[in-house]
């Protein structure tokens, strides 16, 4: 599954981001509030400042936006108490928008493509830097991957791909409970010689 794409909405299980849903992860912390609650499964507002180093009282203003826009959603069996707020996100795959179903802010959409290209950049400059380090026996350990592949495919099989690609990523999903279970980034990037 997505949390956000660009793949076409038409193709598979996607819902078109409304202008609420732009609006909320058009700002980078409430991105790397998602991201941080897709990794961990779910986050107290304290906690989750203090894993993202912000101050817990602008975080709750964050958490309210992203809950309003249906990104993220209370979990109140995870709760200790009645006033302890648990969050969790919401696991489905988003698409800014397509030609059958278009962006339904175009500023937006472009602010929230920006901020994703960015936050992409990010992962693939950390990979970068570890790189170097693995090849050369320095580092041992697994930490990413950087992985380059060709291949010729028609446009519908290069859809069905990415579908099964997103289905087996789902089916590791369920594994994020182990104890040492890691966060990881996985960016898929794919470029047709059109562009």
């Known amino acids: 599954m997505a949390e956000n794409s660009t793949h076409d909405a038409a193709q598979g299980n996607y819902e078109t981001m409304s202008t609420e849903v732009l609006k909320a992860m058009a700002n980078?912390?409430?991105?790397?509030?998602v991201r941080a609650l897709s990794v961990a499964g779910y986050g107290r507002a304290a906690d989750l400042a203090q894993s993202l180093d912000v101050p817990a009282n602008k975080l709750s203003f964050h958490l309210r936006t992203l809950a309003k826009a249906g990104l993220i959603e209370e979990a109140p069996e995870l709760a200790r108490d009645g006033r302890d707020r648990v969050w969790r996100p919401v696991r489905k795959a988003r698409s800014v928008?397509?030609?059958?179903?278009?962006?339904a802010d175009k500023f937006l959409g472009n602010q929230v493509l920006a901020g994703v290209v960015e936050d992409d950049m990010s992962v693939l400059n950390r990979v970068a830097a570890w790189v170097p380090g693995y090849t050369s026996g320095e580092d041992p350990v697994v930490r990413?991957?950087?992985t380059d592949m060709r291949l010729r495919l028609t446009r519908e099989r290069f859809v069905a791909m990415i579908d099964a690609m997103e289905r087996v990523v789902e089916e590791f999903?369920?594994?994020?409970?182990?104890?040492?279970?890691?966060?990881?980034?996985?960016?898929?990037?794919?470029?047709?010689?059109?562009?």
Not at 28 to 33: D, E, I, Q
Not at 173 to 195: F, H, N, T, Y
Request: glycine share 10%; net charge negative.
């Open 144 to 146: 990413g991957a950087l």
């Open 28 to 33: 980078p912390l409430r991105r790397r509030l």
């Open 173 to 195: 999903r369920g594994e994020q409970e182990a104890e040492d279970a890691l966060g990881w980034d996985l960016v898929i990037l794919a470029a047709s010689d059109e562009i």
């Open 97 to 103: 928008g397509s030609p059958q179903h278009p962006v």
